[in-house]
Nanobody
């Protein structure tokens, strides 16, 4: 059974940091491109960051460049999102996504709230 379980969300003040984790099981993690998406209230889900299957290539949405870092540990079947210099507009539910060809898996999401 495929599982993607996000954790690490919470309430943080503007300028603060959080590290999200997505622990996976039930599929060959090292063969999948992993991504983080987010969805704010009343808005469409948007791509945050992507990392290649081996971890050698990453890309980010423009508004996250320089503040967020995606990484993965294929030995632990886990992908991470380090978020620094958080802003109120980063408030959203953050989702983990695994993709290989036409196969796509999603986690249940973790809430990140940036507020003073």
């Amino acid at each position: 059974q495929v599982q993607l379980v996000e954790s690490g969300g919470g309430l943080v003040q503007p300028g603060g940091s959080l590290r999200l984790s997505c622990a996976t099981s039930g599929f060959t993690f090292s063969s999948y491109v992993m991504s983080w998406y987010r969805q704010a209230p009343g808005k469409e889900r948007e791509l945050v960051a992507v990392i290649s299957s081996a971890g050698g290539s990453t890309s980010y949405a423009d508004s996250m460049k320089g503040r967020f870092t995606i990484s993965r540990d294929n030995a632990k079947n886990t992908v991470y999102l380090q978020m620094n210099s958080l802003k109120p507009e980063d408030t959203a539910v953050y989702y983990c996504n695994a993709r290989r060809g036409l196969g796509v898996h999603w986690g249940q999401g973790t809430q990140v709230t940036v507020s003073s």
